[in-house]
């Protein structure tokens, strides 16, 4: 079902096309020379949602397209904000410990059209909720995600909606590093796919201290068995070769937050 | 055709060869002075807006504008032959009447100075002062103009706003939500902590991080007072305000959590045993009484 769903579709007049990845539940048609699309995830609908037609409490959204015809292109892509990934699993590294892990995280679908590219619409298959990456008084707004930061994904249940992303941390300091918040800007990624399912490339995170920004670095590696034909989607900001970041800034040392005030 | 003939004549006895060149200096000082300014004003509002904020891009246009068209003037003048000096001399003394009646003013454009140098607040913000809360529509010379949001215009004095404590609820990113929950005595405090944090969560406007928190305020005198503090992103504090209360209601409705009214229990001698309430009817009660029930 899930390798269907991607590439190009053509809406037939009056007929509703569904699919359904993850939580989220998607009905496409074409009518009056629109597109329409109406989306619900699980927990916004009382009933199941069945492939005819979207629940009544979901609204159908249209587009006018310039060339009047009905198709349209689905392809993965990564979320539009950074992650600030949370270990459900404290990992210590070392001073000089070189590691790599995986991190698995919902896929966004992009529905656009084929001929211009222009993007119709970009839901989560998964819903995550936002978080502040920064201080009170500066930062930037984030989806906040789990991962178990696992470092074989060999044992792991494939998931059709997941992406994996292979990160090596380097522990360049002379302090321990505690492994358990890290802010991710997957919006530098590439997607790959092949049999297993959606891969990112490698990133590698340089951790130089509590005090300095991290290196992130997007090597480009890519993963085994993953070839550049498996492309599937671009990165939506340019890619820099080095990028200092505040990785494992920590989030927050307010005293209002500890005396409630 | 005789006319216009006369006409034309009689105009060249007034106006000699040296009073047209002298309209046409001036005409051409206005058309070329005008059209300028217009175009450094454009300019220097559209680089400082840029570079710093809308409105260091006002003043910077009002700096170039105002004294462009004093200098304009003073051109004309001097063209025209007019001499400044006693223009200046009388300014003096008008000035120093003017000092006396201005007061206020001038400590107005120094209060105004003062804002800009340390930048409190920028257009666009909403600021409140004292009672008025609105959006700065502009940082002026002499006030500060704010746009409510019943759509009133309010004018604040630069001086007011030095003397005052203002409050600027869109400086930082991200505000946080306080909202008091209370519930009965009875409740599980742990099963309502854990309530309203899932509540959190499933909040679209709440963020993850700062971490909500549930602070046990107070023991009051009808319910346990619950803070219940929430972060959102700052243009998002209205819809979550609006949102997390209702989702609290419609949840300790769903889960049987009573939020309880202000109310006072009285006993009868003994802490433990209620009033004795009997319920009779009409007809006993005179049966008893042995008096007609009043109506």
């Known amino acids: ?261 | 055709m005789g006319f216009l003939q006369d006409l034309f004549f009689n105009i060249n006895n007034y106006i000699t060869e040296e009073t047209l060149q002298l309209i046409f200096k001036l005409g051409l000082i206005v058309a070329i002075s005008l059209p300028l300014l217009f175009l450094l004003r454009g300019w220097a509002r559209r680089f400082f807006t840029k570079k710093y904020a809308p409105h260091y891009g006002m003043l910077a246009g009002k700096l170039v504008f105002y004294p462009g068209i004093l200098i304009m003037i003073f051109t004309i003048m001097s063209q025209l032959g007019i001499s400044l000096a006693p223009l200046l001399g009388a300014a003096g003394i008008v000035g120093v009447a003017l000092g006396f009646a201005s007061q206020t003013s001038v400590s107005n454009i120094i209060s105004g100075l003062f804002l800009i140098a340390e930048q409190p607040f920028k257009v666009d913000d909403i600021i409140t002062i004292n009672n008025t809360t609105g959006i700065v529509m502009s940082i002026d010379g002499l006030s500060v103009k704010l746009r409510t949001f019943d759509n009133q215009f309010v004018r604040i004095p630069n001086e007011m706003i030095i003397k005052t404590e203002v409050t600027n609820v869109t400086r930082f990113p991200i505000r946080r939500f306080n909202a008091r929950v209370s519930v009965a005595y009875k409740e599980d405090i742990g099963r309502v902590r854990q309530i309203l944090m899932d509540i959190a969560e499933k909040n679209e406007y709440a963020l993850s991080e700062p971490e909500p928190l549930i602070i046990f305020d107070a023991f009051g005198t009808s319910s346990i007072d619950l803070l219940f503090l929430v972060w959102a992103p700052v243009k998002e504090y209205i819809m979550l305000k609006n949102t997390i209360q209702e989702e609290v209601k419609a949840r300790f409705d769903e889960e049987g959590i009573e939020i309880p009214f202000p109310h006072v229990s009285i006993y009868a001698g003994s802490a433990s045993k209620a009033l004795p309430i009997e319920m009779k009817s009409a007809d006993q009660a005179e049966s008893e009484s042995g008096h007609s029930p009043q109506p």
Request: with cysteine; hydrophobic share 35%; glycine share 6%.
């Open chain 1, 1 to 261: 079902m899930a390798r269907e769903i991607w590439g190009n579709v053509s809406l037939e007049d009056g007929k509703v096309h569904y699919f359904a990845m993850g939580e989220l539940h998607c009905w496409m048609k074409y009518h009056h020379e629109e597109i329409w699309i109406a989306h619900c995830h699980n927990h916004e609908v009382k009933q199941k949602p069945n492939s005819e037609a979207p629940p009544e409490e979901i609204e159908w959204q249209r587009w006018a397209t310039q060339n009047g015809k009905g198709h349209v292109n689905i392809l993965p892509v990564f979320p539009d904000l950074p992650l600030v990934v949370n270990s459900e699993y404290a990992l210590k590294i070392s001073p000089g410990t070189r590691i790599q892990i995986f991190c698995r995280f919902p896929i966004w679908v992009r529905i656009r059209l084929p001929e211009t590219t222009y993007t119709l619409i970009e839901m989560p298959t998964i819903k995550l909720s936002r978080t502040w990456f920064g201080t009170p008084t500066e930062g930037e707004l984030c989806y906040f995600a789990k991962t178990k930061a696992r470092r074989d994904l060999s044992n792991v249940d494939k998931r059709p909606n997941m992406v994996a992303c292979p990160i090596r941390v380097v522990n360049k300091s002379g302090d321990e590093l505690n492994f358990e918040h890290f802010c991710f800007r997957v919006e530098r990624l590439s997607m790959y796919r092949n049999e297993e399912g959606f891969w990112a490339d490698e990133t590698q995170i340089i951790y130089q201290g509590e005090d300095l920004n991290s290196d992130v670095i997007m090597t480009g590696n890519l993963p085994k068995g993953i070839t550049k034909k498996d492309l599937v989607s671009r990165p939506r900001k340019e890619i820099h070769k080095s990028l200092a970041t505040r990785t494992f800034k920590r989030f927050f040392e307010d005293t209002s937050l500890i005396f409630g005030r």
